[in-house]
């Protein structure tokens, strides 16, 4: 089964109101300095509305954002072109994208330290229900890919994956690590 | 853009309608034709938006990142989809929904399509359409198919078209409506869509239904074709009819429609808008875009001559059958009742939901039932906002909501008895925002967050005023919390800023040479009455400082009013001078060095920029003498306006144009400083400098504000009547607008401001 259009939420640790105001000057750089692998094209505001998708860097391959659905923050990367290779290298972009993101906004001065990037879980998705259907027969089928993915990222039963099983929304798996995530060692292993 | 693209169309074989699903097959063809460059672009860029794909800021490639413009380097150079608009770049999907109406199927579709297309928001226009941002070209038939798939269409929801067909969204539950208008509105919208007689306007075309005539649900006056459901006895019998109104209009100058018919029998309803619609299209200009819209005919022609012609053109149609058959088939599945029995109110709860119940709940005329409205924040709703109100929509309502002017939306049919439940499941989902319709509940266009004729943000500035009032909202004054704000990105109205108690619009000023975001402070708007009245504008303010305005304007207010006076009449009771002099310190800008915190717009850290900075040629001096003609010129616009309100209309349309003689003149000098006083001289000067060489051409308006400059010209010597001296006082202040578009785009920075 090839998939496209990975969507991949690094989920953040964080205590009480976080503001997201900071992140749209940086995003604004980001996009005059094109700093990302993509062409970035604007930022969107959306912090008024709740559990929303924060502030959003629209590029033109991909979206990031420092999201609140679920009402919980995290850094998501949603692919919108389609990409080459295989389905664990569209895997390993999307997560790249989504580390790397996290240490330029954990190195940037404005945002002082008052975002964690602490993280134990992500969120691995495809925002396509046409080719990935939120249902057991697409997690049946992808289940062994995702398994691969993740046993290369953090060893074989040192993680869980749990099936979001919500018809309605799009097909996603819950990655969980025992222990923070080592997002420097990830970053080297991902590299391309 | 998506894998699934060629998957769609497959998969939902047999669950379109075949018509539509043909439209959407040529579609996708022309689409192919474009990319092989076999379509004209301006032809393809038409036939787009007449599916509704429509373009967005920074299409034409060009972006500026507050320091320069620069150009964003998209995959695809060619072919494009319109001039200047590159296929790569992000677009607007605009969808119509009739009278705003919506069921669960087609909220999950929006919020799939929300998901996959567009940005995870699906946003609520001020006519009832959701709008979703950041789509590609090539997935657009792929969310039509989905969308076609649950019964709506976005044909025509763009372009030179019949637009939205909009309606009260408590039509059939409204205590003080005189009938549903739902059916007849859904009759019309499924008549008029891809008639024949609408393929060739020169402008788009709104129709818009109200069930009364003194709320302002429906906004019948600022439509092209508005209809008040009005009911008269006769023989001992209640009849139906619509006191029918054509040739309203907000845009950059509005008009209130004229009265067409005091009582249109419903079966004339459809033959009247289909010979409106053909005489429209054979008479309506075609050429000049800025005087294209129906409001502009019926001006010209005269109501009783348009109405002349229009009879006489509907006598000579032929009979068509779906008059009746779309009328008596809209009319047996109106019925949207609840099945369950109404019980009692609960009153106790919560304090948010004790607010929730004064500002977001009102009662419908069937005893027991309530409506209940969800207010969304600049008119933003999330995929999964939108999956749980189609839960509450399932189980609260028959099935159904409706969206509203307001980008709101409005649960109906909602049992007394349900609605501490009903709040709670508002609440789980997020959607349970007391303020409907009250001053926090701020309307905005999307302004320069995504539209290409955006000045100002005026979506930045809403969030902002929308935090600012919400947080004090308990503490304030019911006369304040009753007032109405809208904002507007530009002076094209999408935010209906003018029928606003608080309106702005958003123009660009420039302070020691660099552009400053401004916003234009219309007051004297009036909601109520279907829009009853428009609002002039009093001084333009820097963006920034437009939050203070609303709370001095309210503060005085309530400070000042009267036992029951209406804001509109408090403004008008103080006098546009009175009310200048309270904000005009806000109008000043510290130096560029002094403060910059004003030469970037609300939730836009960017220093704000329309086009390029750039040092121009001209002497300093020069360019100073032309900021001073522009603030002179404005100045005079304003006399103009004191003028109209002290019901010297003749005065003040000879000084308005006189403000737009002022700005030519102040151009002008630009290039010829010795420009005489002579005003034929100064017209033909204007003209062949500024008008031949299209230098004061506005990047979309074209000419259309320098021609009203030659208009006011040709008009000189004609008196004025109250309607002709308030049209020229807007013309005017439009063109100085363009005057300083035209000066800023010159790119002349004056030497003091470089000193």
Partial sequence: MEIQHVNLKLHLRHSGVVDLEPLIPIFHDWVREQSCEETLVDVADYRHVPAGPGILLVGHEADYSLDWSDNRLGVRYNRKARLGGANQDRFRQALRAVLTTCRKLEEDGRLEGKLGFESREFELGVNDRLLAPNNEET????????????????GRNNYSATHQSDPRRRFSVLVQTPFPMDRSRLLNDLSP | ??????????????????????????????????RQEKVDERLFAETRLRRGVYGQRYDNGQRHDGRVARSLEYPTANPTKGPNTLWDAPGMQRIKIPYGGLNGAQ???????????????????TRQDFQLHYVHMEDTPSLMRRLGAVGITTREACGNSVRNVTACPFSGVCPDEAFNVTPYAKALSRFLLGHPDCQN???????????????????????????????????GVEVRGFELYVGGGLGAVPYQAKLFDEFLLPEQLLPTAQAIARVFARLGEKKNRAR???????????????KALVLEERDRLPEDPRWK??????????????????????????????????????????TGFVVATITLPLGDITADQLRSLADIARRFTPDTVRTTVEQNVVLRWVRQCDLAELFQALESAQLARPGASNVVDVVACPGTDTCKLGISSSRGLAAELQ???????????????????????????????HIADLGFYGVSRKVGGYAVPHFQVVLGGQWTQNAGSYGLPIVAIPSKNIPEVVSRLGERYVSDRNQGESFQDFIKRTGKLQVRKLLEDLAKVPGYETDRSNFSDWGDPREYSISDIGKGECAGEVVTAVEFDLAAAERQVFEAQVFAEE??????????????LHAARGLIKIEFLDVPDDRDEVVKEFRTRYFDTEKIFDPFAGPKFANYFFAAHRSSGNGHTPESSRRLIEEAQLFIEACHGCFNRMGLVPSAATA
């Avoid at chain 2, 818009?208 to 302002?216: E, I, K, N």
């Avoid at chain 2, 779309?326 to 919560?350: F, H, I, M, V």
């Fill in chain 2, 107 to 125: 909220l999950e579709v929006m919020a799939e399509l929300a998901e996959e297309y567009s940005d995870g928001i699906a946003h609520v226009t």
């Fill in chain 2, 1 to 34: 853009m998506k894998a699934s693209n060629h998957l769609w169309k497959e998969r939902l074989a047999g669950d379109i309608d075949e018509p539509l699903n043909r439209e959407i097959d040529i579609f996708e063809t022309e689409i192919d034709l474009r």
């Fill in chain 2, 292 to 306: 294209a819209r129906i409001k502009f005919l019926v001006h010209d022609l005269g109501i009783e001559k348009f």
């Fill in chain 2, 647 to 660: 019901g010297d209309f003749q005065q003040a349309g000879e000084t308005a144009r006189g403000a737009m």
């Fill in chain 1, 139 to 154: 997690y049946a089928s992808l289940s062994p890919e995702i398994g691969c993915f993740c046993d290369g990222l953090f």
């Fill in chain 2, 325 to 366: 058959q779309y009328l008596s088939e809209a009319l047996a599945a109106s019925g949207e009742e609840s099945p369950q029995p109404a019980g009692d109110l609960s009153e106790s709860g919560s304090p948010e939901y004790r607010q929730w119940l004064k500002t977001n709940v009102r009662p419908q005329k069937q």
């Fill in chain 2, 201 to 235: 306007f020169g402008r788009k075309f709104k129709p818009a239904f109200s069930g009364c005539s003194q709320h302002a649900c429906g906004l019948t006056s600022m439509h092209d074709l508005g209809a008040i459901a009005v009911t008269r006895r006769e023989n």
């Fill in chain 2, 467 to 497: 935090h600012r009032l919400a947080s004090k909202s308990a503490e304030m004054d019911q006369a304040i919390q009753d007032l109405h704000i809208k904002v507007s990105g530009c002076f094209n109205s999408c935010g209906q800023h």
